[in-house]
T-cell receptor, first 116, second 116 residues
Framework: EADIYQTPRYLVIGTGKKITLECSQT?????MYWYQQDPGMELHLIHY?????STEKGDLSSESTVSRIRTEHFPLTLESARPSHTSQYLC????WGDGSSNSPLHFGNGTRLTVT | AQSVTQLGSHVSVSEGALVLLRCNYS??????LFWYVQYPNQGLQLLLK??????LVKGINGFEAEFKKSETSFHLTKPSAHMSDAAEYFC??????????????FGKGTLLTVNP
């Protein structure tokens, strides 16, 4: 049962529009992540956060931005959507700790974004 | 730098047959290794993980994987495939270098289909 929620599940939007993808978790996790997933490709980390008021760029350059004003909320914003932003965006969270044995990633169900 | 190679983007087996999904990694330090499963239209969920200790790890749904350092491999197996195993499987690695490196590197995924 998911404790991390992403909305919307699907979004089709025109070029140039501003969009925000929502991600919320109820587990009290400090660390949160945004991954971009394309068919047949690795998941690429685009943003992560260690906690409130902490945000970092991931391994894959992205024109999106994120904010972390509350522990449970980690929205991703695109100021001006383009067709190249068409992808699936997965949000995840994990507990603070050594990041491994007791802190697997918990994923949301994703937002599939299509920019026309 | 770390990387993950999953051999075979698509594996097809018959129901009741052995499932073998291959994963090789490269890491400059001892790794933490993970397998995640993604069912259609869902996020990823943790199947099993290797951190330290026993090199044969058991996960959910009857899956297991063996860490072989000499082969830099972490192949996923299940003795008898079930229709419900049809999904995409992702291998991931995180370097065990201490500190606060929580980032996972994912492979490109292997789509498993199970034929009746």
């Amino acid at each position: 049962e998911a404790d991390i929620y992403q909305t919307p599940r699907y979004l089709v939007i025109g070029t140039g529009k501003k969009i925000t993808l929502e991600c919320s978790q109820t587990m009290g996790h400090d660390k949160m992540y945004w991954y971009q997933q394309d068919p047949g490709m690795e998941l690429h980390l685009i943003h992560y956060s260690y906690g409130v008021n902490s945000t970092e760029k991931g391994d894959l350059s992205s024109e999106s931005t994120v904010s972390r004003i509350r522990t449970e909320h980690f929205p991703l914003t695109l100021e001006s959507a383009r067709p190249s932003h068409t992808s699936q965006y997965l949000c995840a969270s994990s507990e603070w700790g050594d990041g491994s044995s007791n802190s697997p990633l918990h994923f949301g169900n994703g937002t599939r974004l299509t920019v026309t | 730098a770390q990387s993950v190679t999953q051999l075979g983007s698509h594996v097809s087996v018959s129901e009741g047959a052995l499932v073998l999904l291959r994963c090789n990694y490269s890491s400059s330090v001892p790794p933490y290794l993970f397998w995640y499963v993604q069912y259609p239209n869902q996020g990823l969920q943790l199947l099993l993980k290797y951190t330290t200790g026993a090199t044969l790890v058991k996960g959910i749904n009857g899956f297991e994987a063996e860490f072989k350092k000499s082969e830099t491999s972490f192949h996923l197996t299940k003795p008898s495939a079930h229709m419900s195993d049809a999904a995409e499987y992702f291998c991931a690695v995180r370097e065990n270098s201490g500190g606060s490196n929580y980032k996972l590197t994912f492979g490109k995924g292997t789509l498993l289909t199970v034929n009746p």
